[in-house]
Each structure stands twice: as structure tokens, then as C-alpha cells.
């Protein structure tokens, strides 16, 4: 096949990569350089599934490229529902294959009709089988995930890369190859953090199936190695942000919009002004009618735990995403600085029929929102609340929980957030949710707002501790 990237450009970006390496300490001195590194060897990869992916690349329309190993070939496998729950609808292609090294990938740029396909965004991870298979040393491997991405580059300038760290291997922390990883992933940040090189994301999502202890569940990956349905879920919501924004979608929950066409909307807005105006607010708590209920049902509850601590109510009744993002945006918030901030958002837009990732990327907009205009404010995240609205409570909750399960993922790396998943506390003893803590299977009661604010009290007191 006809090669597809430029050699001299291509030799030009790998030197200025080794370079970075030196520096970096991941590259030995010539003296001491081994006689071959298989990690940036081109390895044959002649196969049935390699001709089946340069038929798909030369056809081209691919905006999003997935590269990578079997971890990559599984989305085609344990992923399946969830590549088309977030892909279905978008021209992404798999260019993943099973057991892939780093030399492989590298063989397979060379060979593939690459020049056919001109991709916004190349989700790229790769390196595991170079240490699982002892071919590589990490450092080794670096190198050879340096060129991976200097080819890639070089045949697409304007494209966006999402570098992933490899994902962890192995049970536990001390398990070798999760050491090897670890030190392969050590070593892409030097060279790929805080944005060295142009349009190169490093994105490390590896605390998403680890437990607080470093254990790795069998419940996200069960041979510690390659994702389940589950660990595919965390994989996609992570990286949903990049890719709308490499595509330049622009999803319902995350644009402005506001009920001021509603008269005790707009009072209400108008009455939160003058709160804000007035100053000296430390807690705020952001809603919707679940919030705003703090006001009614919960007036009692909220003055037991927050009547001394210059607390606002910020939840209006009906609010999506889309109207929370407005209102943060419409208030005059210059003359305060809260300490702490609770977030409970997202019941409506599932009510209104949006898709739970698209209202994880609202989720996320607002919580990005608090953080640019309060630096310094500690946020608490609520997972979205039990709702049994129709009556048939399994089927209800599942939108909430599969919503619940893309927040930590679409909200990592943000600084000073904390999620908290109060849903078992509003279940009886059979987990089901019931008219006496919910009478409408969705606004608490007194009793409700009672388990809510106990179960808040000392996280919101450890925000706002001086």
C-alpha cells in the first residue's frame, strides 16, 4: 500500500519528540541505547482485521479516529452499547486491534490509505502489550507512544489528539505490570502535560476504575485488564467533553436559557438579585423545584441546618441545566464570596426527554461556571435524586442512574469538587422509594428534607470551616 504520511516531516516532529525524551531522562545515551527498540519498530500487522480497516478508512467521512490495542478493539465487543449509545450517531471509526503493540500501530499508519480520511479529534491509547509482552521497557514504550503521535500530526495538523494514559492493569497497586503502566504513564507527562504540545491533550481517566485503595474491581474490568459494559460507560462520559467540543456540537443542557417569561420566575430571580446584592452569602444551594423546596416542605429542615449559616435558596421550580447556566450568568454575583455551593440539577432535563450524557455535559457546564466565577468555593455535586414518577420505579431510576454514572467522569479533573450519591438514603429497607419520605415519588417531605440536610451536615460544615 501507498505510504500516507510525509518521512521527512514526519522524522522532523520524532526529532523534536527524542529531544523532549532527553530531557525528560527516558532516552539513554547513545553509548548505552539498546541494539533494537521493538516499541518504535514497525511490526507487520498483515490481517484480516487490518484490511477490513483500511477498506473502512479509504470510503473516508471519519471525524473521530479511536486508536489502540484490544482495549480499543473492544468497543466492538463489551462496549458495543455503549459506542452506539455515544458514537451511533457520529462518523467515528475503530482502529483498534487486539494485542497491538505500539509497533504495530505505528506499521498500520504506514500502510493505511490515512490520506482518505481527515479527523477532527484521534483518541489515542496504546502501550500495554509492549510491557505485558516484555518487548518494551516503559521508557521504551514512551518513545514508540511519542511517534504514534508525531505520525499523526504530521497527516493531520489541524486535528485535535486526546492522548489517554494507559488504563491500569492488575488487581492491586503493587501488581508488576500495573507498575509498568504506571511508569509508562510517568513518563507521557513531561512531555504531553499541561498542554507542551500544540492541539496534544493528556488526559489520565485511571482513577475511574480504581477503588480509594488502588484496587482495580473485577466489576469494571474482570481479567484487570479490559473493560466491561460498565468501565465503556466511564471511558465514553470522560472523553465526551473533548469530543463535542473537537466536533463543535453544542447539546441543548449546556446552552443559556431562561423562564423570565414567567411571572414568579422572574420574581423569584428578581428576589435572589437583591439577596445577592445585599452580600455576605457563604452557602449557596443551586436547583431546581427539588431545591426550591427547601422554601416549602423543608422551610422547617433548612432553618435547623442552615438558618445561621448565610445561606441562599438558588432553586426555582421546572429548571434544567439550561436555565441554572443562565441565572449564574444574569446575577450580580461580584459582591459575594461563597465558601461552599450544592449543586442538585438534572431531573428535568431527563423529564424533558434529553440524553443523560448530553445532561452530564450540562452538569459539567455549571459546575465549570461556579468554578470561574468562585475560584475558591469548595462545590458539592448531589447525584441526581431517586424518581418514581410514572409509577414503575425500575424503569424510572434507570435514566437516573445511568445519568448518575457519567457525573464523576464528565466532572474529572476539576478542582475542589466533591460528588455525593445520597440515593440509598431515601430508599426503605427493600431499596424502593416510597410516598412517605417522596408523596409524589420525586419532592421530599419534611421527613425527605430531614435526610437530606443530616446527610449534608457535616460536608457542608466542612466547607465552610474557615
Known amino acids: 500500500m501507498k505510504r500516507s504520511f510525509v518521512t521527512v516531516k514526519g522524522l522532523v516532529l520524532c526529532a523534536v519528540a527524542l529531544t523532549a525524551l532527553c530531557a525528560a531522562g527516558f532516552v539513554r545515551a547513545e553509548d548505552e541505547a539498546p541494539a533494537q527498540n521493538m516499541a518504535i519498530t514497525l511490526e507487520n500487522r498483515d490481517i484480516e482485521r487490518f484490511h477490513q480497516q483500511a477498506e473502512r478508512m479509504a470510503a473516508g467521512d471519519v471525524d473521530v ?104 492493569r492488575g488487581a492491586t497497586p503493587g501488581d508488576k505490570l500495573r507498575v509498568a503502566v504506571n511508569k509508562i504513564n510517568e513518563g507521557l507527562v513531561p512531555i504531553y502535560g499541561d498542554g507542551q504540545v500544540e492541539n496534544v491533550k493528556l488526559l489520565d481517566i485511571g482513577s475511574l476504575f480504581l477503588t480509594g485503595d488502588g484496587i482495580l474491581p473485577a466489576e469494571l474490568m474482570p481479567d484487570f485488564l479490559h473493560p466491561n459494559a460498565a468501565g465503556y460507560l466511564l471511558w465514553a462520559s470522560a472523553i465526551e467533553p473533548y469530543v463535542v467540543e473537537a466536533l463543535g456540537e453544542a447539546p441543548a443542557a449546556v446552552q443559556e436559557s431562561s423562564n423570565m417569561n414567567i411571572d ?48 441562599i435558596n438558588m432553586g426555582f421550580g421546572g429548571d434544567r441545566t439550561q436555565q441554572v447556566l443562565w441565572r449564574l450568568n444574569n446575577m450580580p454575583l461580584e459582591n459575594v464570596h461563597p465558601k461552599g455551593a450544592c449543586l442538585l440539577i438534572g431531573i428535568n432535563n431527563l423529564g424533558c426527554g434529553e440524553r443523560p450524557q448530553d445532561i452530564a455535559l450540562g452538569i459539567r457546564a455549571v459546575v465549570l461556571d461556579l468554578r470561574e466565577k468562585f475560584p475558591e468555593t469548595k462545590i458539592t455535586v448531589l447525584k441526581v435524586f431517586p424518581w418514581g414518577r410514572y409509577g414503575n420505579q425500575d424503569k424510572d431510576q434507570a435514566p437516573v442512574d445511568e445519568l448518575n454514572k457519567m457525573v464523576a467522569p464528565m466532572l474529572l479533573g476539576i478542582d475542589n469538587v466533591r460528588i455525593v450519591d445520597l440515593t440509598e438514603k431515601f430508599f426503605d429497607a427493600e431499596g424502593k422509594l416510597t410516598k412517605e419520605v417522596m408523596p409524589d415519588l420525586l419532592h421530599p417531605n419534611a421527613f425527605g428534607y430531614e435526610i437530606w440536610g443530616n446527610a449534608l451536615d457535616g460536608i457542608v460544615k466542612g466547607m465552610l470551616a474557615e
Request: hydrophobic residues 40%; glycine residues 14%.
Open 264 to 311: 414568579w420566575w422572574k420574581e423569584r430571580f428578581e428576589k435572589n438579585c437583591e439577596r445577592f446584592k445585599e452580600g455576605n452569602v457563604d452557602l449557596m444551594m443551586v436547583g431546581d423545584s427539588i431545591t426550591h423546596g427547601w422554601d416549602g416542605a423543608g422551610a422547617a429542615v433548612w432553618e435547623k441546618y442552615y438558618g445561621d449559616k448565610n445561606a
Open 65 to 168: 479516529l479511536m486508536v489502540g490495542d484490544s482495549i480499543t478493539h473492544g468497543w466492538e465487543g463489551s462496549g458495543a452499547g455503549v459506542w452506539e449509545k455515544f458514537y451511533g450517531n457520529r462518523k467515528v471509526m475503530n482502529f483498534g486491534i487486539g494485542g497491538d503493540r505500539t509497533g504495530h500501530v505505528l506499521w498500520r499508519i504506514e500502510n493505511s490509505p490515512m490520506d482518505k480520511i481527515s479527523p477532527k479529534l484521534a483518541v489515542v491509547m496504546i502501550g500495554t502489550n509492549n510491557v505485558g509482552h516484555g518487548s518494551s521497557t516503559p521508557e521504551q514504550t514512551v518513545e514508540g507512544i511519542v511517534m504514534i503521535v508525531d505520525r499523526l500530526k504530521a497527516l493531520y495538523p489541524e486535528a485535535k489528539i486526546l492522548l489517554l494514559s494507559v488504563f491500569p
